[in-house]
């Protein structure tokens, strides 16, 4: 498959790993890119921006194809140093970044002067028009289905995808609720020129996360997630523990606020169920995607599994349904 964002970034594929904090490290990124599709390292889950140099390094020690590293800026009580990392990743010499969260402007324009190509993460069409207008080469369009941040919106990716596809002229992927060929499909059908998976990649083998969080992904329908921080207007999708059950019971009563929750969601929390397994300490990232993840393959299993699965459907079903 050849399109505008195979062609961009020099990958086989038109599927995208996005940037996934204490997931997106160099063995699970490198893996994606040698399967023929673009992985992205997540520039915050490096301590430093000086760590985060090594780990470009130690990507490229196992990878001579294309990568990324995602930068994602958010309000938080003690902002870390965007802008050391910023130039972390410049005199690294990558070209591909993800952007995601607040005001990106400053970021973009420094990337896009240093000739690196931006894919801004969004949630609705208009942010996504205002990321064009900033100067970005593509747009994530992410659906309410996804994992992390969906927006305030509620909308779906059999809406949103279409809808930005309409209003934008540069490239979009589709991102939340996709985990295999079907879903790369539809989402070609519905004007994306790839999809941005995240939860798929985390039960793959190459991941470095425990294996208790990886079986629960399995184990897991599409309706074992919980939506928190909705009363806060900063909505995310994790997935469905005691200790979301917990976040979501505190937050429901009318004079709740994050203070209330900030022991149970800290970020130090969510590190300790991904690196130690012990699900019920903290929040772990999931989407709906996690109903349609039945097993553990490899990354190039994956990969290669997702197209051909939707290469059967562009040569068998859909001619057929045409008659």
Not at 69 to 94: C, D, S, W
Not at 235 to 259: M, W
Not at 284 to 305: F, K, N
């Amino acid at each position: 498959m050849r399109n505008r964002f195979t062609e961009m970034f020099g990958v086989e594929h038109p599927v995208m790993m996005g940037g996934m904090q204490w997931v997106g490290r160099a063995p699970l990124v490198a893996a994606v890119a040698e399967a023929g599709a673009l992985g992205v390292l997540t520039a915050l889950t490096q301590p430093t921006p000086e760590d985060l140099t090594k780990e470009i390094a130690a990507t490229r020690e196992r990878t001579d194809k294309p990568f990324g590293v995602n930068l994602t800026i958010l309000p938080t009580m003690k902002p870390p140093p965007y802008a050391e990392y910023r130039q972390a990743i410049i005199e690294a010499g990558i070209t591909i970044v993800e952007t995601a969260g607040h005001k990106p402007q400053e970021h973009v324009d420094d990337f896009k002067a240093n000739g690196v190509k931006v894919i801004h993460k969004c949630t609705a069409v208009r942010h996504a028009l205002s990321a064009q207008r900033m100067g970005v080469d593509v747009i994530s369009i992410d659906g309410f289905e996804c994992a992390g941040h969906p927006g305030e919106d509620d909308i779906g990716g059999l809406i949103l995808i279409p809808a930005a596809a309409d209003a934008l002229d540069i490239p979009i992927i589709a991102s939340g609720g996709i985990a295999d060929g079907r879903g790369l499909v539809a989402a070609l059908a519905l004007g994306a020129e790839g999809v941005n998976m995240g939860t798929r990649f985390l039960a793959t083998q190459e991941c470095q996360i425990h294996t208790n969080v990886k079986d629960r992904i399995v184990a897991s329908s599409e309706r074992d997630t919980n939506l928190i921080f909705r009363n806060l207007h900063n909505t995310a999708r994790v997935g469905k523990n005691s200790v979301s059950d917990e976040v979501v019971d505190i937050l429901s009563k009318p004079e709740a606020e994050f203070q209330d929750v900030a022991h149970l969601v800290a970020g130090a929390r969510g590190k300790n169920v991904m690196e130690e397994g012990d699900l019920d300490n903290g929040l772990y990232w999931a989407g709906m995607a996690q109903g349609l993840i039945h097993d553990i393959p490899t990354v190039r299993e994956l990969v290669d599994r997702i197209m051909a699965e939707a290469r059967s459907i562009s040569a068998n079903r859909l001619p057929g349904l045409l008659g």
